[in-house]
T-cell receptor, first 113, second 114 residues
Framework: KQEVTQIPAALSVPEGENLVLNCSFT??????LQWFRQDPGKGLTSLLL?????REQTSGRLNASLDKSSGRSTLYIAASQPGDSATYLC????????????FGKGTKLSVIP | DTAVSQTPKYLVTQMGNDKSIKCEQN?????MYWYKQDSKKFLKIMFS???????INETVPNRFSPKSPDKAHLNLHINSLELGDSAVYFC?????????????FGSGTRLTVV
């Protein structure tokens, strides 16, 4: 059964800093991994979908990497802004063809102006 | 034009009542899901439907009954509501198992049982 760990659980940084969020998962038989953000009281917004054939995926100031063999993914946020404050969730599938995502507990990011 | 829409957004009800949450997606996906986010913010799969067929039922009490009248709709009916059912329920959809394009989530239904 897939298990996901996200470190750190919470992070507070001053505006403008670059930061890295870490995700580890136990079942490496995955075909992709999705990163989401959740604002307080809101739904999940997909940030990046990284395929197992890719090592990195970029969208604006966000860059996600995936290392299946080690069961790790990182989300890099460049030049952080107060609007980046949210909870970031890493979600690999439960395994190949599992028809479900497994979520970590997330990293709560606060960017201080 | 919302991709995955849920109604209602908020639901407050008394213990013992029966309630339904509706979900619709206009993405042309063939797989839909219900997830529960508890008070500790942990998201967990409840049900998965592919082409209207139930493929995952993740140890959810029998009081929860999903229904998929067609590929674009997945409703969740809850009987005899209990205090512990209070949570945010998210609907999601994907094409197949989400291999190529990932998942899209709705904005959630916050259920409060009093």
């Amino acid at each position: 059964k897939q298990e996901v760990t996200q470190i750190p659980a919470a992070l507070s940084v001053p505006e403008g800093e670059n930061l890295v969020l870490n995700c580890s998962f136990t079942d490496s038989a995955i075909y992709n991994l999705q990163w989401f953000r959740q604002d307080p009281g809101k739904g999940l917004t997909s940030l990046l979908l990284i395929q197992s054939s890719q090592r990195e995926q970029t969208s604006g100031r966000l860059n996600a990497s995936l290392d299946k063999s080690s069961g790790r993914s990182t989300l890099y946020i460049a030049a952080s802004q107060p609007g980046d404050s949210a909870t970031y969730l890493c979600a690999p599938p439960g395994g190949a063809g599992s028809y479900q995502l497994t979520f970590g507990k997330g990293t709560k990011l606060s960017v201080i102006p | 034009d919302t991709a995955v829409s849920q109604t209602p957004k908020y639901l407050v009800t008394q213990m013992g009542n029966d309630k339904s949450i509706k979900c619709e997606q206009n993405l042309g996906h063939d797989t839909m899901y219900w997830y529960k986010q508890d008070s500790k913010k942990f998201l967990k799969i409840m049900f998965s439907y592919n082409n209207k067929e139930l493929i995952i039922n993740e140890t959810v009490p029998n009081r929860f009954s999903p229904k998929s009248p067609d590929k674009a709709h997945l409703n969740l009916h809850i009987n005899s509501l209990e205090l512990g059912d209070s949570a945010v329920y998210f609907c999601a959809s994907s094409q197949g198992d989400g291999t190529n394009y990932g998942y899209t989530f709705g904005s959630g239904t916050r259920l409060t049982v009093v």
